[in-house]
């Protein structure tokens, strides 16, 4: 009886050992995941802190890229003014200079003419 319950003692005691060594496989094998999975989070964790400031550097940017935007837009604005009120001068001065050759005399003698063709040229007169 004694041998017998012995017997059964033993096996009982092998079956925990047995338990023991999966639950600590197991437990050793979670610790591993758990490691792997802390360390992604650190890694997720750094991209992240990365990731925000990629994101902050480009919204500076574009805030900048817009302002810059709207100062060159004034100067094309300027610039576009500008070329206007050049064209008309050039306009206003076209028509001074036009006004200006319709009041010369249309039969003026020209400044510049050769001596014998202002006196009549070598022709005799019929």
């Not at 006004?99 to 001596?115: G, K, S």
């Not at 006196?119 to 007169?125: M, N, W, Y």
Request: hydrophobic fraction near 35%.
């Amino acid at each position: 009886d004694k041998a017998r319950q012995e017997s059964i003692l033993s096996a009982h005691l092998e079956d925990e050992k047995e338990q023991v060594s999966l639950a600590l496989e197991a437990y050793h094998e979670s610790n591993l995941r758990c490691a792997e999975l802390s360390a992604e989070n650190s890694e997720m964790r750094l991209r992240q802190e990365q990731a925000a400031r990629r994101a902050e550097l480009l919204e500076e940017a574009a805030v900048e890229a817009s302002r810059r935007s709207s100062a060159l837009s004034v100067q094309l604005a300027e610039s576009g003014a500008k070329e206007q009120a050049t064209i008309s001068e050039v306009a206003r001065l076209k028509g001074e200079i036009a006004r200006l050759r319709f009041a010369l005399p249309q039969h003026a003698p020209p400044q510049h003419a050769p001596q014998g063709e202002s006196q009549g040229g070598g022709r005799p007169p019929r």
